[in-house]
């Protein structure tokens, strides 16, 4: 497993898209979110507490009223353009793997300051190397433009076509159609 981490959350044209960065090399895994969950990442990024509990935080709190702890979340798997995860929680005695949307797996982990991992398999099809910019030291780095991602995208599309991977092209396909028809 890839460790990473939430480098950075930016809306495009085609929705919201977090970017983790792998600790062991210089690829960034971005995952398209919806709102709700963009939202959750957000305020945990900046340390706002929001003054009712989220969804996310309302499942931190029944874990901890029931002494159960969060040890890690995983991106294991994707298919046909869509990220799967699970969430490795420790209870009891036991470890349980529960079925999570990453997103969901990320607003939580970011909760309990968990460690988030990506599957090997999972970074080898999805990640990118995003060009690295260089600032001052107190200026924010600029958000990757998602223009980078869906040239990649063409270029993994034409890859799997020469190589005659026709499902992972027709997947590829229907990825940068739905990110150009959100315009």
């Not at 090399?25 to 957000?42: K, M, V, W």
């Not at 309302?58 to 994707?78: F, P, S, T, Y």
């Not at 223009?147 to 991977?165: F, H, M, S």
């Amino acid at each position: 497993m890839i460790p990473v981490k939430v480098t950075n959350l930016s809306i495009s044209n085609v929705g919201f898209v977090v970017f983790l960065k792998s600790n062991d090399d210089e690829r960034t895994l971005p995952i398209f979110i919806g709102a709700q969950e963009a939202q959750a990442i957000a305020l945990m990024l900046n340390g706002v507490k929001p003054p009712r509990p989220l969804t996310h935080d309302l499942m931190k709190n029944m874990l901890d009223i029931l002494e159960a702890r969060l040890e890690r979340v995983v991106i294991n798997d994707l298919q046909d353009g869509t990220f799967y995860g699970t969430l490795i929680v420790a209870f009891e005695s036991n470890t349980l793997t529960v079925d999570s949307r990453p997103s969901d797996g990320i607003a939580l982990a970011l909760r309990y300051n968990a460690p988030v991992f990506v599957a090997p398999n999972v970074m080898d099809e999805a990640g990118v190397v995003l060009e690295e910019q260089t600032h001052g030291e107190d200026e924010p780095p600029e958000e990757p433009p998602v223009e980078d991602y869906l040239t990649e995208l063409k270029t993994r599309l034409e890859k799997a076509i020469q190589e005659e991977r026709y499902e992972e092209a027709a997947r590829l396909r229907d990825e940068i159609r739905d990110a150009t028809q959100s315009n």
